[in-house]
């Protein structure tokens, strides 16, 4: 199965393509969608909309799955990174494909064993998991930690009849 991992943000989007056989993971590719900061809302919303798109039809993914967002204290950026998300959301989910959401702390605790992991722990894991992707930013290392976060409970929820908890389609 070939799975998109997300790492939303409106300067920067994290995506990384692993495939996972069983209990095998490899790596395919990771990169960044990044925004012009001077363009507007939604001219920005359409270049993260482009750049997923491409992604989806340049490495045909079969799954994603994208890591819940904590509000901060900052109600401006928590809407604006709320905008970005479903843009990184929708974009998969109009290409037919299941959209898993995660929360940040399970994705940690699934590629570091603890959900309260710094992304410099994550970051190091994933060149242990995933040896073939090299040196990654923390953007794409978090979006591979999505992907494979999702590989795990995706096989655990078809051993369990093809249930899987927070999946979109």
């Not at 060149?127 to 978090?142: F, N, Q, T, W, Y």
Request: aromatic residues 2%.
């Amino acid at each position: 199965m070939r799975i998109l991992g997300i790492d939303p943000g409106l300067q920067k989007t994290g995506w990384g393509i692993i495939e996972s056989e069983g209990h095998k993971l490899s790596y395919v590719a990771c990169g960044l969608i990044k925004t012009t900061p001077s363009l507007t809302l939604p001219e920005r919303l359409r270049q993260i909309d482009d750049g997923m798109c491409d992604v989806i039809k340049k490495f045909k993914p079969e799954q994603s799955a994208i890591e819940e967002t904590f509000v901060n204290n900052n109600s401006a950026s928590s809407l604006k990174l709320g905008c970005a998300r479903g843009v990184a959301m929708v974009v998969p989910a109009r290409a037919g494909l299941v959209v898993g959401e995660y929360p940040a702390n399970l994705v940690k605790k699934s590629v570091v064993g603890a959900g309260k992991a710094g992304k410099d722990q994550v970051g190091m894991m994933i060149k242990i998991l995933l040896p073939s992707c090299g040196e990654v930013g923390e953007d794409e290392a978090d979006a591979l930690a999505v992907a494979i976060c999702h590989a795990h409970h995706a096989s655990s929820a078809a051993l369990m009849g093809g249930k899987m908890a927070g999946a979109a389609r």
